[in-house]
């Protein structure tokens, strides 16, 4: 299992931007795609982006398209996302898990860390 810590998180005017990072060690020799997830006040979590474990394949959500970059550096066990042009409907709660490579859009655990709240101001 993997273990990730998620930053970056704030507070930003519409048409801003932020940068998330996502620092993980894993528990296993495996080797795991990545992906970030939100979840906004009383909606389901939901998929945000995915990349594979080389960098080679990246997934959004069509809400994202255009504005969110989803990138990772393996040497230091980090995935990040770029965020811009935020709008208030980006306010969430982000996290990042694990993903199947053949369901890049889907968490493998079952546990969450405590994710890093994102506030967009209209």
């Known amino acids: 299992q993997v273990q990730v810590v998620e930053s970056g998180g704030g507070l930003v005017q519409a048409g801003g931007s932020l940068r998330l990072t996502c620092a993980f060690s894993?528990?296993?020799?495996?080797?795991?795609?990545m992906g970030w997830f939100r979840q906004a006040p009383r909606k389901e979590r939901e998929f945000v982006a995915s990349?594979?474990?080389?960098?080679?394949?990246?997934y959004y959500a069509d809400s994202v398209k255009g504005r969110f970059t989803i990138s990772r550096d393996n040497a230091k066990n980090t995935v990040y996302l770029q965020m811009d042009s935020l709008q208030p409907q980006d306010t969430a709660v982000y996290y990042c898990?694990?993903?199947?490579?053949?369901?890049?859009?889907?968490?493998?655990?079952?546990?969450w860390g405590q994710g890093t709240q994102v506030t967009v101001a209209s």
């Open positions: 990349i594979s474990w080389s960098g080679g394949n990246t």
């Open positions: 894993e528990s296993t020799t495996s080797y795991y795609a």
């Open positions: 898990n694990a993903v199947l490579a053949g369901q890049p859009q889907n968490a493998y655990f079952d546990s």
